[in-house]
């Protein structure tokens, strides 16, 4: 199995439907983050998570929230979804120092 | 101006070649550089990670930080067409808790 797995791999959805994207590790690491991929741009940090009870918002947290469920369990809801949230997602842990990315969810919003 | 900026190719080589991949960045307090590979549809995975100034090498791989320019360099020497990817650098300052910041990407080609 992976060390991070996000489910679904691929999703498209409508304009204005809510969508959870998962995230799942067996790292062990506290630390999980959410990013977006966009050509040219790179990624961009939307939450990240330190511990079950901390939350933080990062660079475009806008239209998105998060839940951290468990040490190993993050996941990512767009509320009302928009088109320009059309992107590649990735989750990703960490402890000292580098990241363990998932695969990613490739999502369009149509 | 990006904090990170990376030239996005793509880049062709032969194969063989020895590959140059650069950043450069603005802000003067990032001590931690990385670069990671991400094969397409893939997540990027880690390469290598350097501390602070100065060269480190791993195989085929060589990193190279200079913080006088605010410029590094991934080198990659006899590459390989298993060596086609997007190369991507990340670095952050020492403030504890400060996230990384990625640049864009370049991607190489490696032509057999």
């Known amino acids: 199995d992976a060390d991070v797995t996000q489910t679904p791999r691929n999703r498209i959805t409508k304009t204005g439907k809510r969508i959870m994207l998962e995230c799942s590790q067996t790292?062990?690491?506290?630390?999980m983050y959410w990013y977006r991929q966009d050509p040219g741009l790179g990624l961009r940090l939307i939450y990240y998570?330190?511990?079950?009870?901390?939350?933080n918002k990062g660079e475009i947290s806008d239209g998105y929230s998060v839940s951290r469920q468990a040490q190993a369990k993050f996941s990512l809801s767009l509320e009302s979804a928009i088109p320009n949230q059309t992107a590649l997602y990735f989750c990703?842990?960490?402890?000292?120092?580098?990241?363990?990315f998932g695969s990613g969810t490739r999502l369009t919003v149509v | 101006q990006k904090e990170v900026e990376q030239d996005p190719g793509p880049l062709s080589v032969p194969e063989g070649a020895i590959v140059s991949l650069n950043c450069t960045y603005s802000?003067?307090?990032?001590?931690?550089f990385m670069w990671y590979r991400q094969y397409s549809r893939k997540g990027p995975e880690l390469l290598m990670y350097?501390?602070?100034?100065g060269n480190k090498e791993d195989g085929r791989f060589t990193a190279q930080v200079d913080k006088s320019s605010k410029y590094i360099s991934l080198f990659i020497r006899d590459s390989q067409p298993s060596d086609s990817a997007t190369y991507l650098c990340?670095?952050?300052?020492?403030?504890?808790?400060?996230?990384?910041?990625f640049g864009p990407g370049t991607r190489l080609s490696v032509l057999p």
């Open positions: 350097t501390y602070s100034s």
């Open positions: 802000n003067s307090a990032f001590q931690y």
């Open positions: 998570s330190f511990d079950v009870k901390d939350i």
């Open positions: 990703a842990t960490s402890a000292n120092y580098g990241y363990t």
């Open positions: 790292k062990g690491h506290d630390r």
């Open positions: 990340a670095m952050r300052s020492l403030v504890d808790g400060q996230n990384f910041v």
